[in-house]
């Protein structure tokens, strides 16, 4: 029994020591060493090549190595009625409550313009509204989505939440479906999307969806690059309709050097770090829910493949 490990990161040899270490009965091989293909019962992954997965023909299931599955879905032959599995887990949504928390604050407390008036020796105390005063709009009411909105909540901000379906969530004004995306768009300040990629939300921030927001809004996107048509970003920046944009995923990563939005001085860029799965924790939820799959018994992150999340 075997296990393929796929990762992007040079921290491939740390992940592989550690799930050995929490899967003993299993022999954790690597991607480019994978010995006889056809060991190979579980596969572990971050962006597997299009279709590298069809040659392990006894495929049991495949763990996502991350709560998003579309660097997964997106194989077009990627085996059928292999079960996919997602990794969450508390540490996971910690790390993305913090860095939720840190840009929705750092935007309502005008950090970005402290800092400009810093640089030119400028003593500019504004008076900013309270958090109450704030309309934040979380896209996405899952794992991340409904414990970053209840932190922003916590914290004082006007919060509402949109989803694919009916969430009721204290304190959170929910919205939901196609038909009350224009409503929650028109009573957001600041925007933070924690969507997954699937067709529906592919491109969902276009320049129309702009358009809904109110003028001099700003967006954070967390969830995925694609979520995101850029030049429409680019093209609500300077006219001014959107205020800013902290960005976190890009349909290309690394963002590639010559990108406009490195040197953009609305888009403040951070590197694919809203929520970094690391070997120890994550390892845990991933043999965990290994085990777990192994022994029939029920496994929470089981995705649903039809659905795309
Ligand atoms: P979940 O699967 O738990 O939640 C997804 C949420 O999105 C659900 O509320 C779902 O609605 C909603 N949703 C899905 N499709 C639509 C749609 N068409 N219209 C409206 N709402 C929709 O995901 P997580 O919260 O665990 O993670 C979300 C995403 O965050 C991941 O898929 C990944 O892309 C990204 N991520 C980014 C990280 C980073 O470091 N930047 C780290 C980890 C994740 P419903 O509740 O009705 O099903
Ligand atoms: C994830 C991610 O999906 O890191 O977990 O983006």
Redesign the pocket.
């Known amino acids: 029994m075997a296990l393929i490990l796929h990762l992007r990161t040079a921290r491939e040899l740390w992940w592989q020591s550690h799930l050995q270490k929490l899967l003993p009965e299993i022999e954790c091989r690597l991607w480019r060493e994978p010995g006889n293909p056809d060991d190979i019962e579980y596969a572990v992954v971050w962006r597997p090549p299009e279709g590298g997965l069809q040659q392990f023909r006894n495929l049991k299931c495949i763990v996502s190595v ?5 660097h997964v879905l997106a194989d077009s032959q990627l085996p059928e009625g292999v079960p996919v599995i997602r990794t ?1 887990g508390t540490d ?1 949504t910690q790390r ?1 409550r913090e860095y939720v928390c840190l840009h929705v604050l750092r935007l309502h407390r005008g950090l970005d313009r402290q800092w400009q008036a810093q640089c030119a020796a400028d003593w500019q105390p504004d008076i900013t509204p309270l958090a109450s005063q704030r309309r934040v709009g979380v ?8 414990d970053a909105a209840a932190s922003l909540a916590s914290l004082g901000f006007d919060v509402a939440g ?4 009916s ?1 009721h969530i204290d304190r959170i004004d929910c919205f ?2 196609d038909a009350q995306l224009a409503d929650f768009l028109a009573r957001t300040d600041i925007l933070v999307c ?5 067709a ?2 592919d491109s969902l921030m276009d320049r129309e969806f702009f358009s809904l927001l109110p003028k001099g809004a700003s967006i954070i996107n ?3 690059g694609e979520h995101l048509v850029e030049q429409d970003l680019l093209d609500a920046l300077e006219t001014e309709h959107l205020a800013s944009a902290t960005l ?2 890009f349909r290309t990563e690394p963002l590639p050097k010559e990108h406009p939005f490195w040197a953009h001085p609305k888009v403040l860029v951070t590197p ?5 799965i690391d070997p120890e924790t994550g390892g845990r939820e991933i043999a965990r829910n290994l085990l777990d799959f192994i022994a029939n018994r029920p496994v929470a992150d089981v995705i649903d493949r039809q659905r795309g ?1």
């Open positions: 991350g709560a998003g599955v579309d969450t996971l993305m896209m996405g009411l899952g794992k991340l989505g409904a949109w989803a694919r379906s969430h939901h479906g924690l969507l997954p990629l699937t529906q939300t967390a969830g995925r976190d995923v694919h770090v809203g929520s970094m999340y």
